[in-house]
């Protein structure tokens, strides 16, 4: 089993930008594909983003796409999200997931969570 710690969150005015890690745990961090969830108050856990086992392959929610950036370095078992053109809509808490089969990250197919960062965007 893998352990995954977030961290990185905070408070930001809108159009600023943060980065978040996700460290992971074990040495076989290369075997999961990682993505990035979030949560906001009152509302379901959605997807955000999501980052193949190598890293050379990237998918983002079109409420992100072209202002979050998704990578990994297998090497320092780290998953990053640069956000950046931050809006008061992306204010949520942030969790780093992990699957150990399948290709994409679904709410139903994530193997492991982090505890969560919360990013807060204030207008």
């Known amino acids: 089993q893998v352990q995954l710690v977030e961290s990185g969150g905070g408070l930001v005015q809108a159009g600023g930008s943060l980065r978040l890690s996700c460290a992971a745990s074990?040495?076989?961090?290369?075997?999961?594909?990682m993505g990035w969830f979030r949560q906001a108050p009152g509302k379901v856990r959605e997807f955000v983003a999501d980052?193949?086992?190598?890293?050379?392959?990237?998918y983002y929610d079109d409420s992100v796409k072209g202002r979050f950036t998704i990578s990994r370095d297998n090497a320092k078992n780290t998953m990053y999200l640069q956000m950046n053109s931050l809006k008061p809509e992306d204010t949520a808490n942030y969790y780093c997931?992990?699957?150990?089969?399948?290709?994409?990250?679904?709410?139903?197919?994530?193997?492991?969570w982090g505890q969560g960062t919360q990013v807060t965007v204030s207008s």
């Open positions: 980052i193949t086992r190598s890293g050379a392959g990237t």
């Open positions: 074990g040495r076989t961090f290369s075997s999961y594909a």
């Open positions: 997931a992990a699957d150990a089969l399948y290709s994409r990250l679904r709410i139903g197919n994530v193997d492991y």
